[in-house]
């Protein structure tokens, strides 16, 4: 069912099984206990960060494959992104994997744009199980994006960093967390063209999707235990709250996967990557779902979806940011 | 959502942090005083060894070059100038750096495909601009004092 641009699911579909990886930082972090793949080497025993990246994707998508009940069988169907040109992370890992394999590119909003993708085809009956995942490496954006690792640069205020993490979730009909609805979300563009200000940058599409989200659903913040951002960062929650108050909605329960995973270590702004709210939904906000820690949780992914060209091009910064709305078994026994 | 850019302009300047100027300056004047310092214990170094005044100048300058490559190499340098930050970029040491980082980090790539055509990614436009600049200035001075 269609409510404006949410997608209310059906039969509901359940995350069956779900593993997050990080690195050294990651580890170090107050979510570092919750990651599946637990590995100091940032190289992951690879010889590049781009094969360190699609290793640790290949990894955290297995551990979740390992973890579905056997009466549910190989997922029909992978989504999976990462921020590398040509999504060369995700595809690689995929080589070793003899699933069906949908590349995404949705920057750092790909884990919500994937688990909506799949949560869709398993709902609509079109697979029996999906798995979405996405994934980002340090190393493997910094030299890409930015500068080489080595050069000296002093990082501005509002920079962000790119987690060394991935996360994989598994879809289909049984036990674990549901799927309620999901909404992909409109490009906004606010006029922000500094690249190391990204928080800026997405939190307008943050905010377009979570108006649109309470219009149409009639649903208030106050419904759910935590409304997570991906990465908007210190800057750009900041600026989320402030541009929700215009529209009349007070969020005062909003949580950003990007300040989570550092903690008060966060470096800049806080965290970001695609690997960033996936480790996080996968390593943190599911399995509270599953212990019955929390209830109903919004879980909004933003992308920048920017490149290097466009910005040297003097280009702005569009944003984007999907929904997934995921609530507990017992939330869903109530409803 | 109503908002405009010209709105959100304004919060966004509402929202930037502020860097933390007075402690951004007393590293960056520490530390690159620092290596300037040590730059002219080496040239009087050289020169105590008898070299002449221009040859000893060469080689401090390719001293604190080498000393930044290998810095750079070990990771020190990054770890340095995320702190320093002009202390470390304004120097020859800087410019070192931004010559050896690409053609560490692009060596996968290859030696040529990588390393070669990497390797001036951020010096090279100091390169051209200031070939550029000299060459403008050495016209300039020809016809104005001959």
Known sequence: MRKGDVIVLEHLPAAVAYAAGGGRRELDGPLGSAFDIAERDTRFGQKTWEMAESELARRTLETAFGKVPHDIGTPDVVFAGDLQCQCTASGYAMRSEDVPFAGLYGACSTMAESAALAACLVDGGFAACAAAMASSHFCAAERQFRTPLGYGAKRTPTAQWTVTGAGAVVLASGRGPRVRAVQFGRVRDLGVFDASNMGAAMAPAAAETLVRYFDATGETPDAFDA?????????GSNLLGSLLELEGVRLQNHRDCGLEIYGRTAPGSGASGAGCSAAVLCGHILPMLARGEMRRVLFLATGALMSQTTSLQGESIPGVAHLVEFCSEEAMACS | MKTTKEEYAVLCKQALPHSPVAKDCAWAFCVGGAICALGQILLDAYGA???????????????????????????????????????????????????????????????????????????????VYGMLASTVWGVARHFLWG
């Open chain 1, 227 to 235: 409304v997570y951002t991906g990465d908007l960062g210190a800057v």
């Open chain 2, 49 to 127: 060894l008898g070299f002449e005044k221009a040859d000893a100048g060469t080689l401090t300058s390719a001293t604190l070059v080498a000393l930044s490559a290998v810095a750079t190499a070990l990771g020190w340098y990054q770890k340095l100038a995320s702190k320093a930050g002009a202390g470390t970029l304004v120097p020859i040491t800087g410019f070192a750096n931004a010559v050896v980082s690409p053609a560490i980090e692009f060596k996968r790539e290859g030696l040529i495909t990588g390393t070669g055509a990497k390797m001036f990614t951020i010096a090279g436009p100091v390169i």
